[in-house]
């Protein structure tokens, strides 16, 4: 999963106020369900400062009329995607900003987790890990398997954050291109593993793998 922070209090209302033509035609676009083509594969910036290490994942988003979203990201343990260990569950609100250099058509936007945000252990050996935290590192409460944790407003050693901020906010762009609406792009992830902790982190080159349409 991107790294997100845990920032203080965002407003919405820095939303366009005049209507831009090619961001409703965008968000025309993205309205709908989208889902990894196959397993993909992030760089995961090591604390100890060495080289990045391979994350595997699969997406999930679900994009509303209204400017809302609801996602799924889980994380495998290995390189085919057939043994999950983490999943993310979360949902808010899009904050749209302006036209991303990455391409022609791609606009920034936020992510606002202020809806949901919850965590579930899908593996043995994550659940063991987890549990060696300290208390209060992620939730309340011993980590049990299968369990969904609701962990929207707290810190989670899971999650970059800021302590006594309670809104997790991620920075990127989305593109959809008009003549392959079928195919959703998010920014590129920074080869170091550097997430989009904040605006001048967004990506101004690179897409990731593109979503697919489902719905």
């Not at 397993?39 to 100890?48: G, K, L, M, T, Y």
């Not at 409460?141 to 989670?156: H, K, S, T």
């Not at 170091?192 to 982190?201: A, I, L, S, V």
Request: charged share 20%; net charge negative; glycine share 10%.
């Amino acid at each position: 999963m991107k790294r997100l922070l845990i920032t203080a209090a965002v407003s919405l209302s820095g939303l366009p106020a005049a209507a831009d033509p090619l961001l409703e035609g965008l968000q025309e676009r993205i309205v709908g369900t989208w889902t990894s083509i196959t397993c993909e594969i992030r760089p995961s910036p090591d604390p100890a400062g060495g080289a990045p290490t391979p994350t595997y994942l699969t997406r999930d988003f679900t994009y509303d009329a209204d400017g809302g979203f609801a996602a799924n990201i889980t994380v495998y343990a290995d390189a085919a995607c057939e043994i999950p260990a983490v999943a993310y569950d979360f949902a808010g609100e899009l904050a749209w900003h302006g036209p991303n250099p990455a391409a022609e058509g791609a606009w920034s936007q936020d992510y606002v987790l202020n809806r949901q945000l919850e965590l579930t252990l899908l593996a043995p050996p994550m659940v063991e890990q987890m549990n060696q935290l300290p208390e209060g590192a992620c939730g309340d409460g011993p980590f049990e398997l299968n369990a969904v944790r609701d962990i929207l407003g707290q810190p989670c050693a899971l999650l970059n954050f800021v302590e006594g901020s309670d809104i997790v906010v991620d920075h990127d762009f989305l593109y959809v291109r008009e003549d392959t609406p079928n195919m959703l792009f998010m920014g590129g992830k920074h080869v170091d593993g550097t997430g989009f902790y904040y605006p001048e982190n967004r990506p101004t080159v690179g897409l990731q793998q593109p979503l697919i349409r489902v719905e």
